[in-house]
């Protein structure tokens, strides 16, 4: 009896294995690419300044760098203070390292992807309503927004 029996037949029809093998190609890779920003967020604690340095699609990341300016003097008390979303959500996990943060990559049919800066002292993650929409005190400490197009690399910022 052939391997499967009763549910498959023992010779299969001709042709059929070359069809199904040939009916489904992946999807490409998805490129790295990395935009330079270069962009002054804002005055983030007394006297330091938050640059955007860069932003980084990786397949399944995005990174982005940052810097203090001027740099930061050992014992300062300034740090990146950052809420991350796009317009389809993703997870707002993240690891930080130095003067880059790695958050999951927004699906490929997202558009737009927004960093909200905060100086150090704000719990930014405590003022969302039951909707999970930011609350006013949200927006009043919001120092700035950068909104990145995902597809052209554009970024500007609202504050």
């Known amino acids: 009896m052939p391997a499967g029996w009763p549910y498959v037949t023992a010779d299969p029809p001709p042709g059929i294995n070359e069809v199904a093998a040939g009916a489904w190609t992946p999807s490409p890779p998805t490129p790295e690419v990395t935009y330079p920003l270069d962009l002054d967020v804002g005055e983030v604690a007394d006297g330091y300044h938050l640059i955007a340095r860069t932003i980084t699609l990786y397949p399944e990341d995005l990174l982005f760098e940052f810097a203090f300016v001027p ?65 006013s005190d949200y927006q009043r400490n919001r120092i700035a927004r950068l909104t990145f197009d995902l597809k052209t690399g554009e970024a500007r910022i609202e504050t």
């Open 71 to 135: 740099e930061r003097a050992e014992g300062a008390q300034v740090w990146l203070n950052m809420s991350y979303t796009a317009d389809i959500p993703t997870s707002q996990d993240y690891i930080g390292a130095g003067d880059d943060v790695q958050y999951a990559r927004p699906p490929l049919k997202a558009r737009y992807a927004w960093f909200d800066f905060f100086r150090p002292d704000y719990e930014w993650m405590d003022d969302f309503d039951r909707r999970e929409q930011p609350g």
